[in-house]
Each structure stands twice: as C-alpha cells, then as structure tokens.
C-alpha cells in the first residue's frame, strides 16, 4: 500500500493518469459502517486504484469541543487499511489552510491528480468549509459525467447506527465485549515504544476505564494478545 501526505499528492502528482476509485473519512476505528463505504472501492478491477483520502488527525480535534479521543492511532488505521487490500491512503493534515477549501475546491483538486473513476462516500458525508458540500451536491457535480457517485446508506446494529461516537463510549464504560459485533479489526491499545505499562497521559487514543481486560494490544504492526490492569492514571500489561 502506497502512502502520500495531501502535498505529496497535490506537489508531486504520484496518481496522475491513474484510474481510481477513491473515499474520504476520518475512518476511525474502521467499523461495519466504513466496511459498507471501503467495499465500494476496494477491487474494482480493470486496472482501478483503490484510494482512501483520510486523516493524519481526527478533524474533531481541530475544532476543540468534547471530543473523547481517537479509536485507532494514525498507525493502526493505515495497518487495517492496508490489510484491506487498499491500493493507496492520502493523508490530510487538517491545518489552516486546508479547512478554506471548499468542498468542490477539494474533489476538483483530486480530480486533476488521478483519472477518477468512482466516488463512496456515507449518506450523512460533509466536507469542505463550513461542511458547504453534502452528498446531494457531489451527486450533482459529477451527474452527466463518466464519474459514479455511490452514497452508502446507515449501517445498523441490533437497530441502532454504528459510528465511531457510540464506539468510543463504550470503551470509555468498559463495554469492550460488543466492539467485535461492531468493529471489522475489533479494538486495541497501540503499545508502540512502551514496555510493561504506559501512563494514560502517554496513550495516543481513548483508554477502558479502571479495571481488568482481556484482549489485544498493537505494537509496531504487530497484534499479540494480554491481560490488560488499567487504574486510574496508568494501564499496564502482560503478553499470554
């Protein structure tokens, strides 16, 4: 899987003349909900690239607001997509300048960069500035034009929508028995550069709360199972 920072792709072009079938999201904890978007460009064949536009951070945290911390790290997200099959992952640093573009300044600038093919995106899809480019309005830019536009619809558990919201809440509750229903990689706690323990201030994505688990941790692109102790201030671990 090829990986491009958005000036990668913008400055150096490494898709141009490439046929594509691309989807844009924060993606994370990559869900059934995602799974139901990724399938829509994953193996297209004839020589289609499989191409998600994702994000180095989650958006959210741009804005500020009571955002509970990420599912996966940027690490985990890119070792799922990769074990997905996805041709190539362009990752956006959402910075200043980014956030002025507007949602066609967004998809025109791709579309110079790579031949595209297909767009997925979820039924509730917003992007550019002030979230001024919905599904409807994708639909229309490309209607007349060689370019299929497929809008996912909601993906429901026991009925209730699967998002990554519901997902962090109920690992900040202890409720880690549901996420393998829920989730096409299941949850894990990305150990990468720690040994034995790590302080929940050094964790890079949204902790269980006090209490004994069991399940797997990630480190450095490898998943090994553990019983987990986490308190308070720190979670520690042994491997079995």
């Known amino acids: 899987m090829n990986i491009f920072s958005w000036k990668e792709f913008i400055d150096k072009k490494p898709l141009a003349g490439v ?85 066609k300044q967004f998809f025109s600038i791709i579309g110079a960069s790579l031949v595209l093919k297909k767009i997925a995106v979820g039924y509730d899809f917003k992007c550019g500035c002030g979230n001024d480019t919905t599904t409807v309005d994708i639909l229309s830019m ?36 549901i996420l393998p229903s829920i989730m096409e990689f299941g949850y894990s706690i990305d150990i990468s550069g720690h040994q034995g323990s790590m302080l929940r201030s050094d964790a890079k994505q949204v902790l269980p709360p006090a209490g004994s688990y069991r399940m797997k941790l990630y480190d450095r692109g490898k998943y090994r199972n553990a019983s987990i102790t986490a308190d308070e201030t720190a979670v520690g671990w042994e491997f079995i």
């Open 19 to 103: 046929p594509c079938a691309i989807t844009v999201g924060v993606f994370d904890g990559i869900h059934k909900g995602h799974m139901e978007i990724l399938r829509q460009v994953l193996f297209q064949g004839r020589g289609v690239h499989s191409v998600v536009f994702t994000f180095r951070t989650n958006p959210a945290t741009y804005f500020g607001g009571n955002y509970k911390g990420d599912i996966y790290t940027v690490d985990q997200k890119l070792s799922a997509l990769d074990a997905l099959g996805t041709d190539a992952v362009v990752l956006i640093d959402f910075s200043v300048d980014f956030v002025k573009l507007s949602g």
């Open 142 to 177: 490309y209607a007349g034009s060689d370019v299929e536009v497929q809008v996912v619809p909601e993906y429901s558990y026991s009925g209730v929508p699967v998002k990554s919201t519901m997902i962090r809440t109920f690992i900040q509750v202890g409720e880690l028995n």
